[in-house]
Nanobody
Framework: VQLVESGGGTVQAGGSLRLSCAAS????????MGWFRQAPGKEREGVSA???????SYADSVKGRFAISKDNAKNTLYLEMYRLKPEDTAMYYC??????????????????WGQGTQVTVSS
């Protein structure tokens, strides 16, 4: 499976962005997909994840502001981000897991990663 993110950019605080992650390859083997982010000098953190049955998980910091979804027909994962804050500034990565995961926001649960897309929120 290969993952390619897009949709990042620079936006003012309070604005919105939609990230996309196009998956190719043996996508039928994917059990869970997630979004992670990493800011300079910080560890990679889980933002949101969606399981094969549609169950979703969100980090507390983004609950009520971000929404994860997927379009199985297009093999594409999305992350809608609303009311963005400067602290949301980071490189955002999508990831895929090839087995059921118990901790969907834990990076070590995932097997394949995209190259990332930068999100910058100005104050």
């Amino acid at each position: 499976v290969q993952l390619v993110e897009s949709g990042g950019g620079t936006v003012q605080a309070g604005g919105s962005l939609r990230l996309s992650c196009a998956a190719s390859g043996y996508t039928s083997t994917t059990y869970c997909m997630g979004w992670f982010r990493q800011a300079p000098g910080k560890e990679r953190e889980g933002v949101s994840a969606i399981d094969s049955d549609g169950s979703t998980s969100y980090a507390d910091s983004v609950k009520g502001r971000f929404a994860i979804s997927k379009d199985n027909a297009k093999n594409t994962l999305y992350l809608e981000m609303y009311r963005l804050k400067p602290e949301d500034t980071a490189m955002y990565y999508c990831a895929a897991a090839f087995r059921a995961v118990s901790r969907p926001l834990q990076a070590t649960e995932y097997n394949v990663w995209g190259q990332g897309t930068q999100v910058t929120v100005s104050s």
